[in-house]
Nanobody, 125 residues
Framework: QVQLVESGGGLVQAGGSLRVACAAS????????MGWFRQAPGKEREFVAG????????YYADSVKGRFTISRDNAKSTVYLQMNSLKPEDTAVFYC??????????????????WGQGTQVTVSS
């Protein structure tokens, strides 16, 4: 099994920046890809960014391209999401996810096997 713990969320003004982190433990050696999703109150959980553990492939939702950057540190089994130029519409609980045996699309939440508890990101006007 894989355990995921998010950290780094908080309150920031519009236009500001935050970096959230996801630390993985357990059977991390078999992880194929990791992703960030977010969920606002009353909304469905939506894809934000994803990254493979091998190679340089990264993936972003159209709404965050040019503002967010996903990166990894394989030695630390940690994935980061640098968020710049934050907007109030970015306010949500951000969840980290991982998949070991890939059988779908990196963009779809149903493709992932493991989830963290989430970290709150609030962007004020």
């Amino acid at each position: 099994q894989v355990q995921l713990v998010e950290s780094g969320g908080g309150l920031v003004q519009a236009g500001g920046s935050l970096r959230v982190a996801c630390a993985a433990s357990g059977r991390t050696f078999g992880i194929y890809a990791m992703g960030w999703f977010r969920q606002a109150p009353g909304k469905e959980r939506e894809f934000v960014a994803g990254i493979r553990w091998r190679g340089d492939s990264t993936y972003y939702a159209d709404s965050v391209k040019g503002r967010f950057t996903i990166s990894r540190d394989n030695a630390k089994s940690t994935v980061y999401l640098q968020m710049n130029s934050l907007k109030p519409e970015d306010t949500a609980v951000f969840y980290c996810a991982a998949v070991r045996v890939f059988g779908g699309s990196v963009y779809l939440k149903d493709s992932y096997d493991y989830w963290g508890q989430g970290t709150q990101v609030t962007v004020s006007s």
